[in-house]
C-alpha cells in the first residue's frame, strides 16, 4: 500500500469556462482516537486531516474541514471552473501538523 | 339505461387500468430500458473499468514499485542496473509471464522470478507473498512491509507492459501444465461445489449479487488490481484464494502448484488482451 500523505490529483477533461470535475485521493490512516489497539489494549491516537484546500493558480477555490467521520484514505471529487491555464493545487492539512501537497496542470 | 354513463366510465378506467399493468410487466421486468449496448470491456470488468480509466488509486503504488526497483539490492546492483532506470528492458517481458523454462522448476510466474532474480542476481533477500492485503490495525501509518514491497514491485513490472498483448505459450514444455490447469480450472471445488468454469464461463456477465462476474478473457490483463472493497492492490494469486474462500474450498497456497497450473491456463485465456495494470474493480 501507500506511504503516508501519498496523494493524486487528476482533473478530467478541463474545458474553459465549463465546471470542470477534479478528484483528488490522499493515503491517510484517519484514525478517530476511538478505536482500541487489539495487541496493546490501548486507544489508537487521533491521526485524521482537519482542512483540506483546493488552490487554483494562487486563489483558493474549494475549502473544507474534516473530521473522525471521514474514512481512510479520503476520497473527494469537486466541480471548478478554469478561466485560464494554471496549476491546481491540494493541500491537506492534519491534526498532528502534517501537511501534505499535490500540484495538477490543466490546461484549457 | 340509466347506468350507461357510469357504466361507460366505469369500463373506460378498467380498460385504462388493464393497458397500464400491460404495459407495466415489460417496463418492470427490464424490457424497456433502451439502454445502449454495453461497451465491450464491461462485461469482464463489471463496469468499473471507465472508473478506473479516470483515476485509479492504485497508480500511486506504480511509483513506489519504481522507487523499488531502482533501490539497490546486498551486492549494489538494482534491477535498473540490469534493465533500464525506467524498465526499459522490461518492456513487453511481463506478457509472457507465467512461463515454463524446465521440468525440475515447473510453472514460473511474475512473483517467483522477481524473487529469482533478487536472490540470484541481486543476492538479496526474497520479498514474501501477498497472503494479507489489509493493513494491521495497529499500524495504520506504516503501510510498508517486504508482502507490500512484492505487491508494488509487481505492479510496477507489470505496468511496463500496459498496452502490450499478452502471448503466453502454452505449447511445447508448458502444455502439460497447461493441462492441469485446465482440469482445475473446470472442476467443481468446496461445499459449494462450483468450478471456475460454473460462475465464470457459464453465466459470465451475469450478476452475483451486486457484481457483475467478469468473464474470464480480459481477467489477467487487469491484475494487479485496485479493490475498492478492500481498498487495496490485490495479486491474482489472493484472488484465486478469496474465491477458494467463496465456494468454501481448500484455500490454495500462493505460488504454489495447483495455484500456479491455474494461472497458466487462465492467463493463456486472455492471450491477445493488452495489459492495463493496475485495474480496477468494485
Known sequence: ?108 | MKHTKYTVIGGGTLLAVGLSLVMAVPIVFGQQEADEEPPPYEQSEEGAEKIGAEFNPGDIDVEHGHDLFRAAGANGKSCASCHGDNGEGLIGAAARYPMVVSREEGVRNLELQINQCRTQRMDSEPYEWSAQQFTNLSHMGDYVDSRTDMRNMLLYVKSRSNGIPINIKTDGIAHEYWEKGKRFYWSKRGQRNLSCANCHVMNGGKRLGPVRLSSPRGQAAKFPVYTIATDAVETLQFRYQTCSRDVRAHILDINTEPALNLELYHNSLSNGMPYRAPGFSL
Open chain 1, 1 to 108: 500500500m501507500a506511504k503516508l500523505g501519498d496523494a493524486m490529483v487528476r482533473v478530467i477533461s478541463p474545458r474553459k469556462g465549463q465546471p470542470t470535475l477534479v478528484k483528488a485521493v490522499i493515503s491517510h490512516p484517519m484514525n478517530s482516537g476511538d478505536a482500541t489497539d487489539p495487541k496493546t489494549g490501548k486507544k489508537i491516537p487521533a491521526h485524521f486531516v482537519k482542512k483540506v484546500f483546493g488552490d487554483f493558480n494562487g486563489k483558493t477555490i474549494f475549502e473544507a474541514d474534516w473530521s473522525i467521520s471521514i474514512s481512510r484514505n479520503p476520497y473527494l471529487a469537486y466541480y471548478f471552473t478554469p478561466t485560464e491555464s494554471g496549476v491546481l493545487k491540494m493541500t491537506w492539512e492534519d491534526n498532528l501538523g502534517g501537511v501534505f501537497t499535490k500540484e495538477a496542470n490543466v490546461s484549457v
